[in-house]
Structure formats: structure tokens, C-alpha cells
RNA sequence: GCCGAGGUAGCUCAGUGGUAGAGCGCGGCCCUGAAAAGGCCGGCGUGGGGGGUCCGAUUCCCUCCCUCGGCA
């Protein structure tokens, strides 16, 4: 049989995790997280990353491999996700990626362009000048003149990505547009199948705001305390779960409010994450109750023995 | 029961004698080294019910209903 590579996309609280529990025993896969911030140590409750006894039945990847003081993007993913897939084959199992950071999934899907890396002291500079809304409209200019293609695509307010494609165009000398058509990823190495679950709209909320209360019956508020206190890095600090309770230690907001806040930037979330998966015409859809696990597996099963 | 304030979008509320907006919510979309981030687009409405004046009423008048506050 070919070598098959197997992902499990969802927006969060579809029951990704549970469903990829059933499939990975019964499979023999390890899994390997695909989670823009379960990469982080210590942030456990506020990213429901997968319990011991899960880890201990079935093998997980990249939990756990930064401190949350560091910063850690795409194409450390991207690289690191690569490498967890030969090791996995080597042992003669199956990879299983699981997880709902779009952009992560297509890393390692379909790879990220290489030569190009931040470059701190210019990503500066461009942030100063796009403090004002003169400045940020020269920025968009000036990629406009010298890569038409990416300043067409760029809104002029995506100032994040305005930057990031002038920092590309000034470090390499080369558009951002083409250096984004030289990609190479997993799908091109193996068979890959892509299965995203997504629950009734109504269901996946109600979920998520049970997901909000269960965090703090299991001590997020504690959890959060001891992670704020260390000079988190600027991805992780944009945890859901962490930016709103920061306010809230703070004394800026009630209790309340910041579970609220969780509640509603979740559910925002979720929203974009089905966006992203819906144009990727390669992913299956598997609209089953996020309760039913064993539902979700047994079709991932049926529809990967076919 | 009387007096006062008010009933407009899912919520909070503007506004106008020419069939209505804002914020939030909600929905859709974009995304290539911050992605749980960042950005774009969309009003989704029997204007409490009924009647009257008017060419025309959400707006003015009458009446009823409801909510809130005060007095009994």
C-alpha cells in the first residue's frame, strides 16, 4: 500500500481529538498535533491540549516543544512537522495530523516558501512608518509599484501582510508573488487524505462555550496566573483564554466579561476556521454530532479502507 | 388608578412628514515565516396593535396593549 498521510482538520470543539483517538489505535498511527498553540509548554487547560492518558495510549507530536517565552510560527512548523512524518514511516506507522490552524495544515500540506526569514530590524521599521494611516498607505504604495500582483491581493489595511511582503521584496529583491508559487509539501511526497469535521453551527457554539466553562472548573484561572507571570512571547500571549484574562487580572474587566469575551472570540474563531478549510476542494467533510466520536472514525475508517 | 418616560434590527440605541441608520451580535470572504493572529464585505426590519389627518406617517393626532420609574 501506498504510503498514506492522514489529516483531521475541524474547527475547534468538533471533537478532532477524540475522533483521532479512535482512528489512531485502531489504525496504529501517531499523531502529531498540528496547533498553532498546543506547541507550547504549560498552556494546557487554556488550549484543552490532549490529556496524559491520551498521550499515553497513543503517541502525540509537537506538544510541548517550546516554553511559552518563545516565538514559534509556520515554517518552524512546517520544518518540524516534515521530519515527524519520516520518523513516523521509519517505525512502520501511520502519521496522523491533527489539528485546526489553517495555515499550520498547509504548511505541512503544501509547504511554505524557504529564503525568506523575518528580519526583525526591518519588520520595525515598516511597523513604525504604518503607526500613522499616511504611513501605511505609502507602505502599500511602494509594494504596489514594485510587486503589482501582491499589492492588488494585499488590502492596504492588512498592514501584517503588506509588511511581510515588503520585508520579503527588500531581503530577497525578489516579489513575494513569486516566491510564493515554490512551494513543496507532504502532498506532493505522499497520498494524502483530508478529513475536516464540522458540526451543526448550533451545536459547534454550544460546545465551545461548554469548552469555556470547563476550563475554569479545571483551574484556568490558576493556570493563566502562572503563565502571565513570565514574559510570554508575542504568539503565545495571543492565546484565547490568556488576552482576555490578562485584562481581567489587570482589573480592567469583571469576571464575567473576560468569560464572555473567550466565549465570543472562540466562536469567531471557529467561523474563520471553517472558512479556510471550505476552499481547500481536497478536504471531506464529515458533518457529524462532535459527540460522536466514534461516528467520525468509523467513517474516516470506511472512506480510507475504500 | 393617577403622573412621567419609553416601545425602531438578535441586543443597546440614533434619526426623519417622502417606506430607516450606528455599535455590538450574526453571516460570508481573504489569508504563504505573528495564523487562537491580521484584514475585507453584507442590514439581516410588518418602526407594539388599531384608527385618523395628509398626495404621502416610523415621524403629527386619538385609542388600546406592554415595559420602566414616581405617587397612591
Known amino acids: 500500500m501506498n504510503k498514506k498521510v492522514i489529516f483531521i482538520t475541524g474547527p475547534t470543539a468538533s471533537g478532532k481529538s477524540a475522533a483521532a483517538m479512535i482512528l489512531a489505535e ?16 504549560g498552556m494546557d487547560i487554556v488550549t484543552s491540549k490532549p490529556s496524559a492518558s491520551d498521550r499515553a495510549r ?16 509556520a515554517f518552524r512548523y512546517y520544518e518540524d512537522a516534515a521530519g515527524k512524518v519520516e520518523d513516523i514511516f521509519m517505525r512502520g506507522k501511520v502519521p496522523l495530523f491533527v489539528g485546526g490552524t489553517g495555515l499550520y495544515v498547509s504548511a505541512a500540506l503544501d509547504g511554505l516558501f524557504a529564503c525568506a ?13 504604518a503607526a500613522s494611516p499616511e504611513g501605511a498607505a505609502a507602505l502599500h504604495a511602494r509594494l504596489s509599484e514594485r ?8 488590502h492596504p489595511n492588512d498592514v501584517r501582510r ?4 515588503l520585508e520579503v521584496l ?17 502532498s506532493e511526497l505522499y497520498e494524502t487524505e483530508i478529513f475536516c469535521l464540522s458540526p451543526e453551527r448550533e451545536e459547534l457554539y454550544r460546545r465551545i462555550d461548554e469548552r469555556v ?7 484556568l484561572e490558576k493556570e493563566a496566573r502562572g503563565l502571565l507571570e513570565m514574559p510570554l512571547s508575542r504568539t503565545a500571549a495571543f492565546a484565547i483564554g490568556l488576552k482576555e484574562l490578562k485584562v481581567y487580572f489587570e482589573g480592567r474587566c469583571a469576571l464575567d466579561e473576560a468569560r464572555r469575551l473567550m466565549k465570543l ?13 471550505r476552499k481547500d476542494k481536497r478536504v471531506r467533510w464529515l458533518n457529524r454530532p462532535a459527540a460522536l466520536p466514534e461516528e467520525a472514525a468509523e467513517t474516516i475508517w470506511k472512506e480510507l479502507s475504500r
Open 162 to 165: 503588506v509588511i511581510r511582503a
Open 117 to 129: 526569514p523575518e528580519r526583525s530590524s526591518l519588520r520595525e521599521e515598516f511597523y513604525r512608518q
Open 265 to 277: 472570540n472562540t466562536r469567531h474563531y471557529a467561523k474563520r476556521q471553517l472558512t479556510w478549510f
Open 147 to 154: 510587486d503589482p500582483a501582491a499589492g492588488k491581493r494585499i
Open 213 to 219: 466553562e470547563a476550563m475554569f472548573a479545571s483551574g
Open 170 to 186: 527588500v531581503s530577497t529583491g525578489e516579489p513575494i508573488s513569486d516566491r510564493q508559487k515554490e512551494r513543496k509539501g507532504l
Open 26 to 41: 485502531r489504525i496504529g498511527a501517531e499523531i502529531i498535533s498540528c496547533d498553532s498553540m498546543q506547541v507550547y509548554k
Open 58 to 73: 497513543v503517541p502525540h507530536h509537537l506538544l510541548d516543544i517550546v516554553p511559552p517565552t518563545e516565538e514559534y510560527n
